[in-house]
């Protein structure tokens, strides 16, 4: 992988990171941390978290505000930033604190940093893969349920761009919504006369769609398991009315053929692989007592 540039929402939501850490902590701490209390309450403890493997990191938000619920006390050194590359070994920050909320707090912190790291390290492979030929790829909303927003951040650490966040911001009209409006260009009209403030997508599954929702412009057109030579022909008759409508291409996307995909001229490949099936980075916190 390559530490390339990436571009991370300005502003994290504070709020929803203590709500997602608080209910993390109820569900693994409960009643209290009966074996933490084998530990003397006043012994203090130090340590710090390493990668076992390369990856990019994410999370430090919600590690933070992990130890910050259990004891403000505790304090966090860190190493690397989000969308960091990290190598196999390295130290990404340090702890110190009273030793029982250390212990509490690790593995909900950790988990946290793990599954965020390995969105946003999956993320990363997409876009070097697709490096140099112009094509964005997207997330969809096959996130862990809860983590919706915390993903999406994820992804954009790995340089990857978010697709709509939820229902509520862009209208994408799939075949059940053409098949009640009676056509792909009815489907358009009618979303035209309610979308004032959100894009419109719509998806199409042969040329022959292609076309008509080609005629009717919508914002995006998602290209839905097209052959690559669908996709060039898509890409030639955009191109040839002008290139007003960005193109999408999904479906049998991997690693494995993602630069094909992206060679054909799309805009734009959604992974749905990046947010569903992440594999949590391995990370180890190592802990002294003083």
């Known amino acids: 992988m390559h530490d390339g540039a990436n571009a991370r929402p300005a502003v994290l939501n504070p709020e929803q990171i203590a709500a997602q850490v608080a209910a993390a902590l109820l569900e693994d701490v409960g009643s209290g941390d009966v074996t933490a209390t084998l530990v003397p309450a006043a012994q203090s403890a130090h340590g710090n978290v390493v990668t076992r493997e390369e990856a990019v990191l994410c ?30 070994g390295q130290k990404i ?13 690790e593995r909900t912190a950790l988990n ?61 009209i799939k075949e059940n919504h053409i098949a009640k409006a009676g056509s792909i260009s ?19 599954e042969s040329l022959a769609e292609f076309d008509e929702a080609l005629a009717a412009t919508p914002d995006i057109i ?30 049998g996307v991997n690693l494995q053929t993602v630069r094909a995909i992206a060679e054909t001229g799309v805009d734009y490949i ?16 190592r802990i002294g007592f003083d």
Request: proline share 3%; hydrophobic share 45%.
């Open 270 to 285: 959604s992974v749905g692989a990046i947010t569903k099936h992440v594999r949590a980075i391995d990370l180890s916190l």
């Open 186 to 204: 009815a489907a358009i009209a009618s979303a035209r006369r309610v979308a004032t403030n959100v894009k419109i997508e719509i998806e199409v």
């Open 112 to 172: 946290f940093l793990q599954l965020l790291s390995g969105t946003a390290t999956e993320a990363r492979k997409f876009v070097n893969a697709v490096a140099g030929t112009g094509c964005t790829i997207l997330d969809t909303r096959k996130t862990v349920p809860g983590l919706r927003l915390a993903q999406k951040y994820a992804v954009e650490c790995g340089g990857a761009r978010n697709h709509r966040l939820g229902l509520y911001d862009m209208i994408l």
């Open 93 to 105: 920050f340090e702890l110190a604190g009273p030793a029982r909320p250390v212990l509490t707090g």
């Open 59 to 88: 999370g430090r938000a919600w590690a933070v505000e992990t130890f910050r619920q259990l004891d403000p006390a505790i304090q966090l050194k860190w190493h690397a930033d989000d969308g960091a590359l990290l190598q196999p």
């Open 222 to 251: 998602m290209l839905d398991d097209f052959t690559h030579a669908e996709l060039r022909m898509a890409v030639e008759r955009s191109n040839a009315g002008g290139r007003r409508v960005a193109l999408e291409a999904s479906g």
